[in-house]
């Protein structure tokens, strides 16, 4: 009988601690390999605690390690915080519908992240960099709530030190130390300077920044069919049976969790979905 | 290089689009190019709101004092407008602008503008309306900021 | 299951307990209706005086009322509060288990020991559930491993319904109360007294070849008639709700209306109406240790939109108000299911309306949607 709710453990085999709430773990695949694409998560259980979805922030490249970055919100993500290197964690996936690289392929990307929404962008982000020729025009935003709060910090600056790419970061409060932008995301959307009628947008952060995003994307004449958004709702199977993640017909984890604006432009309006 | 009028560089941003030609040649007879070093405060809290400024490079930030503490707000650069207070009376500024990294910008007297405003009403209408949609971006802006939204 | 329907012959009431053996001796345990403190549940029976032998019920929105009366007819009532996804995909089950080794551990699956069991007495809408549970958990891109195992090990001997009540509306969801497909066996109860009997359609080989030891008398015109007979009767008392036609629409233009509100000044969020439900399939996953740490277990159980954690996200539920919630289940049902598995995920059963502590009916409460939705049209014109 093929069982997919088993988890496989991995081995931690790496710990970093990125903002005050937030940390990334690298795990080890028992076999040496474990592929993905930008956008997907895995279930991650704690044993005897529970499971968690956390999508992948690695490098579609790398299939010897599993990165994930967790902000500790809830009961499992902070046992999953108390790990440590060699302790081990299940993993089930990767599950879910992730970003649209081929369709972003030769045209201009837009890449817009909130907060701990840059962790399931990153693989887009970086797989767009890494194969720079590949791609129109490419724009990195990435809003934060202070300084402190932003993740991969070192990455970051050398994103927004390649020529062949607009990095922009912004924060929404900062004292005299911090010499970058400060004012929300949406702020920075005018400066994106791609040809609309050919741009993929991906944008990922809470739902209320990604709707403000679309808001200004669309004052660029970007479609909402070219904008995508990646929703999050509770999960508890990842293989759409246990009902939690619907979105009004869909389910966040088979059919999701990227969606265009123009498939969920309708929900985005109706209150406690 | 070729250096261009103010007339020519207004011409050219977004917020003089479709405006008439002979409008922009009086706004840009009350403006001049002037430089700050990093550093320097381009606007003090108090001061008369004697000019405003379209930065066109180096960075700003707007800053609040909050008992010891300093916050930025918000950090204008280039393309942007440093500068509001001008418009209606008392005509001081509310806040200091701090230059974070050297500005060039094109400074422009407040006094004429407003007088030009008040003798010509399809001059002042289109700058009003201009300056409304900044002020409406703005104030959508500083909602975001304050409602937390990457909590 | 052979799609193919015969007509396999007419069993006198006296013979039942002959069907109920050859069901046995061919391997299967049989589930069908039994009474239990005043109501209709479904458990284990081998003998047909475990049935509820002249058993009548009453259902109103909010009521149930079932009490033995003085006939003998084995099946003139309708659907309990139980119904087969009980069994199917029941309410509690273990995914998993570990043993910490060290700081290691494997995840093992226990093997499920459901026996090979008959389902006596299903009815027509409880067959189109478990249709519409095999959409759900077979054929939407992943199998459900114990629900499809049982799946395969189950003999379905469905019943007409005779007797329906004031809640069921089967009709409106494209049902009936005669089966019509998805059996094995198919029993119409006939007469009563000496004149009591069962006509025996099979729709299956293997339910064909369990009949062909019971010596069936044949069927005869007289039979035809009465069975005909009594199905219209049933189609007549069955409500009609016209509202059930549009629902799909009617749901996705309305999910702004303030009608929810006022649904939710009367609804518990008790959850009874998704418990009852045959198709709700939401599951909750519950983490158990022993109090040595070492030792793990993972289970599933029936979880409900009706409750809080349902849509907990980030240390807070998306869906904090009863009103969000009781459109999450309403919407869900007969709206977005169609999105989802391409049909309703009603079948016009009536548990929901019968079980509800607030007499809330999904046929009413669809009604006044249809109708907030022409007052919103009239005001926009």
Same mark, same amino acid.
């Given at each position: 009988m093929p069982l997919p709710m088993l988890p496989v453990p991995m081995r931690i085999r790496r710990r970093v601690k990125e903002t005050a709430d937030t940390f990334t773990i690298e795990l080890e695949p028992p076999d040496g390999t474990f592929a993905f694409e930008p956008g997907q998560f895995n279930m991650l259980y704690v044993f005897g605690v529970g499971e968690v979805p956390i999508s992948i922030s690695g490098d579609v490249s790398r299939r010897d390690v599993l990165v994930h970055t967790i902000r500790d919100v809830g009961t499992v993500t902070h046992a999953l915080g108390r790990l440590k290197k060699g302790d081990w964690v299940g993993v089930r996936g990767p599950y879910g519908r992730g970003w649209p690289m081929k369709i972003a392929k030769g045209r201009d990307v837009i890449l817009a992240a909130g907060g701990?929404?840059?962790?399931?962008?990153?693989?887009?982000?970086?797989?767009?960099?890494?194969?720079?020729?590949? /791609?129109?025009?490419? !724009? !990195?935003? /990435?809003?934060?709530?202070?300084?402190?709060?932003?993740?991969?910090?070192?990455?970051?600056?050398?994103?927004?030190?390649?020529?062949?790419a607009k990095v922009s970061v912004t924060v929404d409060r900062a004292d005299r130390t911090w010499h970058g932008n400060v004012g929300v995301i949406t702020q920075l959307v005018s400066a994106a300077r791609t040809d609309a009628s050919r741009t993929v947008a991906m944008v990922c952060g809470p739902e209320i920044m990604m709707h403000y995003m679309r808001i200004h994307l669309a004052k660029l004449g970007i479609a909402d069919e070219a904008i995508y958004v990646s929703m999050e709702r509770n999960m508890k199977c990842a293989i759409g049976r246990c009902g939690h993640c619907q979105y009004g017909g869909d389910f966040i984890c088979k059919d999701g969790p990227v969606f265009t604006f123009a498939e969920v432009e309708s929900r985005f309006r109706i209150r406690s979905l | 290089m070729k250096t261009h009028s103010i007339a020519e560089i207004l011409s050219a941003h977004e917020f003089f689009s479709d405006m008439k030609p002979e409008h922009i040649e009086f706004i840009s007879g009350c403006a001049k190019v002037s430089h700050f070093a990093s550093g320097k405060f381009m606007i003090l809290a108090g001061e008369p709101a004697d000019n405003f400024y379209l930065i066109r490079s180096g960075h700003t930030a707007v800053e609040i004092e909050i008992g010891n503490q300093v916050r930025t707000i918000h950090s204008p650069g280039p393309g942007e407008f440093v500068g509001w207070s001008w418009i209606l009376p008392p005509a001081r500024w509310r806040y200091d602008v701090r230059v974070v990294e050297d500005v060039s910008a094109i400074s422009f007297d407040a006094e004429c503008v407003r007088k030009k405003c008040e003798a010509d009403f399809e001059f002042g209408y289109h700058i009003y309306r201009r300056i409304l949609k900044i002020v409406i971006e703005r104030l959508m802006a500083t909602r975001i900021q304050m409602i937390d939204m990457y909590a | 299951m052979s799609k193919s329907i015969t007509l396999s012959? %007419? #069993?006198?009431?006296?013979?039942?307990?002959?069907?109920?053996?050859?069901?046995?001796?061919?391997?299967?345990?049989?589930?069908?209706?039994?009474?239990?403190n005043g109501a209709i549940v479904l458990d284990e029976l081998s003998d047909v005086a475990e049935l509820p032998v002249g058993w009548n019920d009453e259902q109103v929105a909010g009521s149930y009322r079932a009490a033995k009366g003085s006939g003998d007819r084995l099946f003139d009532y309708v659907v309990g509060p139980t119904s087969w996804k009980r069994f199917l995909y029941p309410p509690r089950r273990e995914l998993w288990h570990?043993?910490? @080794?060290?700081?290691?551990?494997?995840? @093992?699956?226990?093997?499920?020991?459901? @026996?090979?069991?008959?389902?006596?007495?299903?009815?027509?809408?409880?067959?189109?559930?478990?249709?519409?549970? +095999?959409? %759900?958990? #077979?054929?939407?891109?992943?199998?459900?491993?114990?629900? +499809?195992?049982?799946?395969?090990?189950?003999?379905?001997?469905? %019943?007409?319904?005779?007797?329906? %009540?004031?809640?069921?509306?089967?009709?409106?969801?494209? *049902? *009936?109360p005669t089966p019509t497909d998805g059996f094995d066996l198919s029993l119409v109860e006939l007469g009563s007294g000496n004149d009591h009997r069962f006509i025996i359609s099979s729709g299956s080989e293997r339910g064909a070849e369990i009949v062909s030891a019971l010596n069936l008398d044949e069927v005869v015109e007289r039979d035809l008639d009465a069975a005909a007979t009594q199905d219209r009767t049933s189609v007549e008392k069955i409500n009609q709700v016209p509202a059930m036609a549009n629902a799909r629409s009617t749901i996705a233009a309305t999910m702004r209306s303030d009608h929810w509100d006022e649904v939710a000044d009367r609804c518990l969020s008790c959850a009874n109406c998704t418990l009852v439900c045959p198709t709700c399939f939401c599951v909750d996953i519950e983490d158990t240790t022993d109090l040595s740490g070492t030792s793990v277990s993972r289970h599933q159980q029936w979880d409900s939109c009706f409750t809080m954690s349902h849509s907990y996200l980030h240390g807070g539920s998306i869906r904090k108000t009863t009103a969000a919630r009781y459109r999450q289940w309403l919407s869900h049902k007969l709206g977005t299911w169609h999105d989802q598995f391409g049909s309703s995920g009603c079948v016009g059963c009536g548990r929901c309306v019968t079980w509800c502590p607030a007499a809330i009916d999904i046929r009413v409460e669809l009604e006044a949607l249809e109708e907030s939705l022409k007052e919103m049209t009239t005001e926009e014109a």
């Open positions: 701990i929404g840059l962790a399931p962008l990153r693989p887009a982000i970086r797989e767009v960099l890494d194969n720079r020729d590949d /791609y129109g025009r490419v !724009v !990195v935003f /990435y809003g934060a709530r202070t300084p402190g709060d932003l993740l991969y910090p070192k990455e970051v600056v050398k994103w927004r030190a390649r020529l062949d | - | 012959g %007419v #069993l006198p009431a006296a013979g039942f307990q002959r069907l109920l053996d050859a069901v046995r001796d061919a391997g299967f345990r049989t589930i069908g209706p039994r009474a239990r570990a043993q910490k @080794e060290g700081q290691a551990w494997v995840p @093992e699956a226990p093997a499920d020991d459901f @026996e090979p069991t008959a389902f006596l007495g299903v009815r027509n809408c409880d067959i189109a559930a478990i249709r519409t549970l +095999d959409r %759900v958990l #077979l054929d939407s891109g992943y199998r459900e491993p114990v629900y +499809d195992s049982r799946r395969s090990k189950i003999f379905i001997i469905a %019943v007409s319904c005779a007797a329906p %009540v004031s809640t069921c509306f089967c009709t409106s969801m494209g *049902g *009936g």
